[in-house]
């Protein structure tokens, strides 16, 4: 099992931060054009489900699963989504980017007076931490080629 990529989008689309670890396949675009097609397969999704579901959604989406990876998803209340694709194998991770959020973004950026938030994340000291927090994660794995 492992990670391949983690992305964090703030309320009106903006990728604020990128990072990928396994990732086999690039897509084929530039990163800016990656991110936007990101983020708007999110917002249809989300819309999607809202829209269908048969149930109330009090959680709303929290993941899909593709044939070759699956997507997890949390949206904090002030609208910061955070996105992880991994392996298959991988269980529901929203506690995972939960703390993600709670521990580094909120502890690095929201209260580091020389951070801008709405702006694409500048720390190295977050980029750090996060790369630590992913590689110790129990279902992470550098994959044989």
């Not at 989406?61 to 955070?82: C, D, V």
């Not at 991994?86 to 529901?92: K, S």
Request: with cysteine.
């Amino acid at each position: 099992m492992t990670v391949h990529n983690f992305y964090i989008f703030d309320r009106n689309g903006s990728c604020l931060h990128y990072s990928e670890w396994n990732r086999k396949k690039q897509a084929g675009i530039s990163k800016e054009e990656e991110f936007k097609l990101m983020y708007g397969m999110l917002f249809s999704i989300r819309s999607f489900i809202s829209k269908m579901s048969p149930l109330d959604m009090k959680d709303g989406f929290l993941a899909f699963q593709t044939s070759r990876y699956k997507l997890h998803y949390y949206e904090t209340p002030t609208g910061i989504k955070l996105v992880m694709n991994t392996d298959l194998g991988v269980p529901n991770c929203r506690d995972t980017l939960q703390q993600i959020y709670s521990t580094l973004y909120v502890e690095y950026i929201v209260k580091n007076p020389l951070c801008v938030l709405g702006e694409s994340l500048q720390s190295d000291l977050f980029n750090t931490k996060l790369d630590s927090f992913i590689r110790a994660l129990p279902f992470f794995s550098i994959r044989a080629a």
